[in-house]
T-cell receptor, first 111, second 116 residues
Framework: ELKVEQNPLFLSMQEGKNYTIYCNYS?????LYWYRQDPGKSLESLFV?????AVKQEGRLMASLDTKARLSTLHITAAVHDLSATYFC???????????FGEGTQLTVNP | DTEVTQTPKHLVMGMTNKKSLKCEQH?????MYWYKQKAKKPPELMFV???????INESVPSRFSPECPNSSLLNLHLHALQPEDSALYLC???????????????FGPGTRLTVT
């Protein structure tokens, strides 16, 4: 059974600071997705990582994938309040059309 | 057009009611999904349709009945629900190829369901 673990689950940080969210998964996969969810809203796709060593950046967020370590990171640079949301990573099991989500990281950026 | 639409946005129903949730996409995707999401939890997969055929049912109770009338539409029929079924119901779609690999899933805005 594929398991996906995120940490931290809760993150409170000040504006202007940097931090990293980690996503570990338990079985072989070469596809990992990061989503953002605002309270009461749907999931917004942030990054699609499709191969070992993939790195993608959008604004203050950068995501990377290490399939050998079964680890993805979401790095936040110089956080701003607008980044406050819950961030989910999700892994595509290599043999089926099913995403397994992590528990989510609830990020709060304080002024 | 990368939009998935869902109706209604909110639904309140009694335990004896019958209602339906609707989802539509016009991206040419051939895989469509229903998820249930409780507060502060990740989405839980309920059903997957691939090429209008049900390919995955995650042991969902029969009071939830999915239907895929065509490649653009996905319905979720609800009957005799319980209060614990109150949640955000999300529809998603993605490209799909034979063999079942999933691609990036695009999520709709969700239906907030309250069962009284």
């Amino acid at each position: 059974e594929l398991k996906v673990e995120q940490n931290p689950l809760f993150l409170s940080m000040q504006e202007g600071k940097n931090y990293t969210i980690y996503c570990n998964y338990s079985t072989t996969s070469d596809r990992l997705y990061w989503y953002r969810q605002d309270p009461g809203k749907s999931l917004e796709s942030l990054f699609v990582l499709l191969s070992n060593g993939a790195v993608k950046q959008e604004g203050r967020l950068m995501a990377s994938l290490d399939t050998k370590a079964r680890l993805s990171t979401l790095h936040i640079t110089a956080a701003v309040h607008d980044l406050s949301a819950t961030y989910f990573c999700a892994v595509d099991k290599a043999s089926g059309s099913r995403l397994t989500f992590g528990e989510g990281t609830q990020l709060t950026v304080n002024p | 057009d990368t939009e998935v639409t869902q109706t209604p946005k909110h639904l309140v129903m009694g335990m004896t009611n019958k209602k339906s949730l609707k989802c539509e996409q016009h991206m040419g995707h051939r895989a469509m999904y229903w998820y249930k999401q409780k507060a502060k939890k990740p989405p839980e997969l309920m059903f997957v349709y691939s090429y209008e055929k049900l390919s995955i049912n995650e042991s969902v109770p029969s009071r939830f009945s999915p239907e895929c009338p065509n490649s653009s539409l996905l319905n979720l029929h609800l009957h005799a629900l319980q209060p614990e079924d109150s949640a955000l119901y999300l529809c998603a779609s993605s490209q799909d190829v034979p063999g079942g690999r999933t691609y990036e899933q695009y999520f709709g805005p969700g239906t907030r369901l309250t069962v009284t």
